[in-house]
């Protein structure tokens, strides 16, 4: 599971990447700040979604990585996996991160929900697994806790079978 944080959502203006994290099932995942790109110096930034996520721009320009050393990380992470995220945007991110670095976009990211839905699982299974990852994983608006969340939300699913199905 891929999950994104930006300086705000398009819908208030010319967002990018903040901050990315990458979970698998297995439970191993990896996070990473990024250093914004000189190219949106002039981009749009939300006090409101900085409340949320906490990344400041002054954190960004400290601790935040080279934008070649977050692409090339990424890709090594999931070389052998398979990329899902719950929202298109991460798509859209993922793309805005590898065209300031001057790279190929390294792995699709697959929409959740069609995992979902070609495996069976029904509405009630995916809203219980939800539940119980919220329950174990409360804090939101974080990449590395999103990611780690919604691969808790697949693995729970896939220690069940689908409804209607038994093995």
């Not at 990024?34 to 409340?51: F, Q």
Request: net charge negative; hydrophobic share 40%.
């Amino acid at each position: 599971m891929i999950d994104f944080e930006a300086s705000c959502l398009p819908e208030y203006g010319q967002s990018f990447p903040i901050e990315v994290a990458i979970a698998r099932t297995d439970g191993d995942s990896r996070a990473w700040l990024i250093r914004p790109a000189d190219a949106w110096k002039y981009w749009d930034w939300s006090e409101e979604a900085e409340k949320l996520h906490g990344i400041s721009r002054d954190l960004l320009e400290e601790k935040g990585l080279p934008l070649t050393q977050v692409v090339a990380e990424m890709s090594e992470f999931v070389h052998d996996c398979n990329v899902y995220a719950d929202a298109d945007l991460d798509q859209y991110w993922l793309e805005v991160l590898c065209h300031a670095a001057g790279s190929q976009v390294p792995f699709p990211v697959h929409y959740l929900g069609e995992f979902i839905k070609k495996r069976g699982y029904t509405r009630a299974q995916v809203v219980s697994a939800l539940d119980e990852a919220k329950n174990r994983l409360p804090k939101e608006h974080l990449a590395r806790e999103d990611a780690k969340r919604l691969a808790m939300v697949v693995k729970l699913l896939l220690d069940q079978p689908p409804e209607g199905l038994s093995y």
